[in-house]
């Protein structure tokens, strides 16, 4: 009995320590499905993120795709000094006609048209017979009015000397001094008839009153000359300074402000190209015409060589001072809209319509006094259709960025 109790319990002891050996393996299988199964997980998941990823990345490319390319350019900024090129006529600096002042027939002329000559340079001679006459007799008048009075003043003295041992009354010896002074009366209107006389027929010879260029000649030797006194005088010479010329030009209102006294401005002729004249503008006329809507100025010029003619039509290149904070943009860049003149920049790949205010027109060019900054990126030829946050994308900086995106999408997928 004893014996197969024992081997009872020898038999049965290697069954009860069986169980702990299974239940460890069973842990281990748990422990590693569990594993397994976070790892599928992951893989699961990241392949879910990859996949919105790729997606996502899909449609951004759809919504670029869909976006209009446009070109961007940036606006430059206003010089401190600009140029505003406008049409101009010449004119003399003095300009005159040359009248006789004297009746008579033209004896001779010197100078003919272009011709060049200097202050008090002797111009015309004209034959005054009849001023001629007038002064012999008005001298003869003068004779006669002179014996007059020296006899009117001897009288007097002698009946002054009588009247003092009243040798004579008061009363004859009054009328005696006041003879003599009627006399001297006439002794001096007389000679002032006569210097008149001198002076007109002095009037013979024509002078020129300035430095300058004969322009125009309108009479000939023996031609009747009037003075004036009978009848309309007739221009014998008209005569012109062109050492310095007169540029006057209409500047717009826009600009008025600008063209102020002391300003450069340079002169050029279609006729004479690479030639520039240098002048300076030094007079305006403080007023606005109204009819133009321009303001009148004047440029003086230097033409010591007579190069640039009065009359001529020239282009005036005036140096006007810019405005420090302007921006100047290409009028392709501009939109023309009932609510005003606008550019469309872009933001953040999105239209933003900006109003702006012009300053000058320079052809191509606008200058912008407000409404812009220099790091706007605006639209070259924006459509008409273009609305705000309208999504656009640049031709020049979106499209190689866009093709990395797009291969970078696929080798997702």
């Not at 939109?335 to 239209?351: I, Y």
């Not at 702006?356 to 320079?362: A, E, K, L």
């Not at 990126?377 to 979106?398: C, K, W, Y």
């Amino acid at each position: 009995m004893n014996s197969e109790s024992e081997t009872t319990s020898q038999s049965t002891s290697p069954s009860t320590s069986a169980p702990p050996v299974s239940r460890g393996i069973k842990m281990a299988g748990l422990a590693l499905a569990v594993v397994a199964a976070g790892a599928l997980g992951l893989l699961i998941v990241k392949g879910i993120q990859t996949r919105l990823h790729a997606e996502t990345v899909l449609q951004g490319e759809a919504r670029a795709d869909s976006a209009p390319s446009v070109n961007v350019v940036h606006p430059k900024l206003g010089a401190p000094t600009s140029e505003l090129v406008l049409p101009g006529s010449v004119e003399a600096f003095t300009e005159t006609p040359v009248y006789a002042r004297t009746n008579g027939y033209l004896k001779r002329w010197y100078f003919d048209i272009g011709a060049r000559v200097a202050a008090g340079q002797l111009l015309a001679e004209i034959e005054t017979p009849e001023v001629d006459q007038q002064l012999s007799q008005a001298r003869a008048e003068l004779n006669t009015a002179r014996a007059n009075f020296e006899l009117a003043r001897s009288t007097a003295a002698r009946w002054q000397f009588l009247q003092q041992t009243d040798s004579v009354s008061r009363q004859e010896t009054d009328e005696k001094l006041g003879d003599l002074r009627a006399k001297q009366a006439t002794l001096d209107a007389v000679a002032a008839n006569v210097k008149r006389l001198e002076e007109t027929q002095s009037f013979q010879k024509v002078f020129a009153p300035f430095s300058g260029v004969i322009t125009a000649r309108n009479t000939d030797t023996g031609a009747l000359i009037n003075a004036g006194g009978s009848g309309a005088g007739k221009e014998l010479f008209h005569l012109a300074a062109i050492s310095r010329l007169r540029v006057f030009v209409a500047v717009p209102q826009a600009n008025s402000a600008s063209a102020v006294p002391g300003a450069g401005a340079d002169v050029t002729l279609a006729e004479q190209p690479g030639r520039i004249y240098r002048g300076r503008l030094t007079r305006t006329a403080n007023s606005i015409e109204p009819a133009s809507r321009t303001l009148r100025v004047e440029v003086d010029v230097e033409n010591p060589d007579g190069s640039l003619l009065p009359g001529s039509y020239v282009q005036v290149h005036l140096k006007l001072p810019g405005l420090a904070n302007a921006v100047t943009v290409p009028v392709s860049a501009t939109l023309f809209r009932s609510e005003g003149l606008t550019v469309a920049a872009v933001r953040d790949g999105h239209v933003v319509l900006l109003p702006i205010s012009v300053g000058r027109d320079y052809g191509n060019e606008l200058e912008v006094t407000s409404g812009l900054r220099p790091e706007e990126e605006l639209i070259i030829n924006p459509p008409d259709a273009l609305v705000n946050g309208q999504a656009v994308r640049t031709a020049s900086a979106s499209e190689p960025g866009r093709d990395a995106q797009g291969a970078g999408a696929r080798t997702a997928r």
